[in-house]
């Protein structure tokens, strides 16, 4: 069936220069902004709802990327939206939730149905986001659930960009060696 799945009339539309493993799974109602990275073993499944990702964003190993569907107890649901230059580390799971730009989610975290994650933020590894949960723009937050640690550093806000620069360059070799 291939890495990219239509589902039930909805084809995941790629921007310029977007890589998607092999071994990644990209079903339904996606979007991917230009020069976004899907890495090995990653599911992003908007069989139910839109999933929206925006430019130079990576989506590292084994993460599992999901929606919140419209029934009686949500009638609206919760898309997932993901802005640009964020980084979302190995095994992360973000469902139905909006991830706002340049943003740093650490390996193996959790953010749930209607939690937002403002603009510049940092979610330390193994950190749990409950649902509805909102994180504000401009600070580091950890734990299970989190709380919010410490406003970021100067050096920390700067390497949203610097991580995004670099997955893309890591992105466009890849491309180059399966062209």
């Avoid at 299970?144 to 620069?165: C, G, M, T």
Wanted: one cysteine or more.
């Amino acid at each position: 069936m291939g890495a990219i799945r239509s589902f039930q009339g909805h084809t995941p539309q790629l921007g310029s220069r977007v890589m998607v493993d092999e071994s990644a799974v990209v079903i339904g109602d996606v979007t991917l902004g230009d020069d976004s990275s899907v890495w090995p073993c990653v599911v992003i499944r908007g069989d139910m709802h839109r999933i929206r990702i925006g430019a130079r964003t990576s989506v590292q190993d084994g993460s599992v990327l999901h929606i919140t569907h419209a029934s009686d107890y949500n009638p609206a649901g919760h898309p997932l939206t993901i802005g640009d230059e964020v980084t979302v580390g190995h095994s992360v799971c973000l469902h139905g939730c909006t991830i706002g730009n340049r943003v740093l989610i650490g390996i193996g975290s959790t953010i749930l149905d209607g939690a937002v994650v403002e603009d510049e933020v940092v979610i330390g590894a193994g950190s749990l986001v409950p649902p509805g949960k909102h994180l504000e723009s401009g600070f580091m937050y950890m734990g299970s659930p989190v709380k919010q640690i410490r406003p970021l550093k100067e050096s920390e806000r700067s390497f949203f960009s610097y991580s995004a620069n670099n997955y893309v360059k890591l992105k466009d070799a890849y491309l180059k060696e399966t062209q």
